[in-house]
């Protein structure tokens, strides 16, 4: 997670997009919670061990994660796999929606948010660059 410190260091791009991809993880997570352990071997080398990790946290006294609650080790693994992407918003989303295409029956060919979110971030930098571009402040009509 974010330390708070860090939100105060950022533009209001760079607020919009963390805010953004961490509506995407939680969406996916929610999304694809019983079938998280398909996307995790899609994403990166998980281990059996590793996906029963994620898990542990969140079984009951049984032993066993309620089948509402299996949204919570997907969004802890895609949290943990996005920090080892790396900064680049861009290739988070693009990286989980390749994966997401890679699934059995992906949910990507009725989930369409995921594909609009991934053109709006691609057209973050060029709606910062025409909302503060130098231009002259004469040329604008009061």
């Known amino acids: 997670m974010t330390q708070p410190g860090a939100l105060l260091k950022m533009d209001c791009q760079g607020l919009v997009v963390r805010l953004i991809q961490d509506f995407v993880l939680l969406t996916t997570a929610v999304e694809v919670a019983h079938r998280w352990r398909e996307l995790a071997e899609k994403l990166a080398k998980v281990s059996k061990q590793q996906m ?4 542990s946290p969140h079984r009951d ?9 299996m ?4 969004y802890d693994f895609l949290l943990t796999w996005s920090h080892q992407i790396g900064d680049s918003y861009r290739d988070v989303i693009q990286e989980l929606h390749l994966g997401l ?6 949910i990507t ?5 995921l ?6 971030v691609n057209s973050l930098d060029i709606l910062r660059a025409a909302a503060f571009s130098p231009a002259d402040q004469d040329d604008f009509v009061i």
């Open 52 to 55: 029963d990790a994620y898990e």
């Open 101 to 106: 295409d890679k699934m059995k029956n992906p």
């Open 115 to 120: 594909t609009g979110t991934l053109i709006l």
């Open 71 to 74: 949204w919570k080790p997907a």
């Open 61 to 69: 006294r049984n032993g066993v994660v309620d089948s509402e609650a």
């Open 109 to 113: 060919k009725r989930w369409k948010h």
